[in-house]
């Protein structure tokens, strides 16, 4: 059944979503793991699991750690490529009528302005640059820390791609400020914050008078960066002239209302998604009762009263 509530109507910058819910990079897969128990045409988009210019099989095991309030993942952009994608999961995302974002990574310049080239040319109507992974050797986050590299990225894959361009930056910077007004300034239509903050799990074991260590060096996600996260989004807010989607520890209503009151303009879920797969259809019924209670005719009007 297709659920579509105009009162969650959400414009971003030329993007529309029939709500401000959308799911995050890598923790929703390409949306088929969920399509059979969950009508996915309802969430405002989906960000697919990012996709390199070739298959990538990713990093060695261990790739995951469970922590006290999230998880610790080094899965090191394990995907099937473009060519596969476009082959195999775009028809399939089409013929179920739902709004992707495709999230891109690489190791060169070159890579992403391939990939931004093919994204153009198969009409995929929105991409997410993911600049910002912490888990991978090479590429990706050495663009999204340095202002100057990620200008000229951005610069160069917005002269191939016309759709919808966002840029995820990550929290693992002096000032998140300086890095999202480049990609601004470089023609991005919006930006994504959070990606994962470095972490470091190490469970230790004590068998046969010896220490085992179980080590999982990654990228924490999860409920425990959710204060870096409302930060981060806040004092984007305060310098960016284009819409930032918050990312990081949402879970419930209200922290999508923390978000909406920092100057995120919608939310993307991530790693609730895992142990609670049905977290972005029942926000977005939350939400629209949320402001029925409370008398709000639209979202704009909602976080206007938030950000007061
Ligand atoms: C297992 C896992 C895989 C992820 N893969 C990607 C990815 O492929 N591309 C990306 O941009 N972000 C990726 N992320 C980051 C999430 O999209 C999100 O930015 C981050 O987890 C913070 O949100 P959360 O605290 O709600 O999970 C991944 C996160 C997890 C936990």
Not at 211 to 225: E, L
């Amino acid at each position: 059944m297709a659920v579509i509530i105009d009162k969650l109507y959400t414009e971003l910058n030329g993007l529309s979503l029939k709500n401000p819910i959308i799911t995050a990079s890598g923790t929703y897969g390409y949306c088929d793991e969920y399509n059979d128990f969950i009508d996915v045409s309802n969430i405002g988009a989906i960000v697919t699991k990012a996709i390199s210019l070739n298959p990538r099989a990713g990093n060695k095991h261990l790739r995951i750690a469970e922590t006290k309030a999230g998880m610790i993942n080094s899965i090191g952009l394990e995907n099937i490529g473009i060519e596969k994608f476009l082959e195999t999961k775009v028809p399939l995302l089409n013929k179920k009528n739902i709004n992707y974002i495709v999230n891109i990574a690489g190791s060169t310049l070159e890579e992403y302005v391939c990939l931004a080239k093919i994204c153009n040319d198969n009409n995929i109507k929105a991409v997410e640059m993911n600049v910002s992974c912490p888990n991978v050797k090479s590429g990706c986050l050495e663009f999204g820390t340095d202002e100057d590299s990620l200008y000229n990225l951005v610069s160069e894959v917005r002269k191939e791609y016309k759709g919808y361009l966002i840029v995820k930056l990550t929290p693992n910077v002096t000032s998140i400020e300086q890095i999202g007004l480049a990609a601004e300034k470089a023609g991005a239509d919006a930006v994504s914050a959070i990606n994962t903050l470095k972490g470091l799990s190490i469970k230790i074991n004590r068998v046969n008078g010896k220490y085992q260590k179980t080590i999982v060096q990654g990228g924490y996600s999860g409920a425990g960066i959710k204060p870096v996260a409302l930060s981060n989004v806040n004092r984007l807010y305060k310098v960016l002239s284009i819409p930032i989607i918050g990312i990081g520890g949402i879970e419930t209503l209200e922290d999508v209302l923390e978000f909406f009151a920092a100057g995120a303009q919608a939310v993307q879920i991530g790693t609730i998604n895992f142990t609670h797969p049905d977290t972005a259809q029942k926000l977005i019924i939350e939400l629209e009762n949320y402001m029925d209670y409370n008398g709000f005719k639209n979202l704009d009007e909602l976080k206007r009263e938030l950000r007061a």
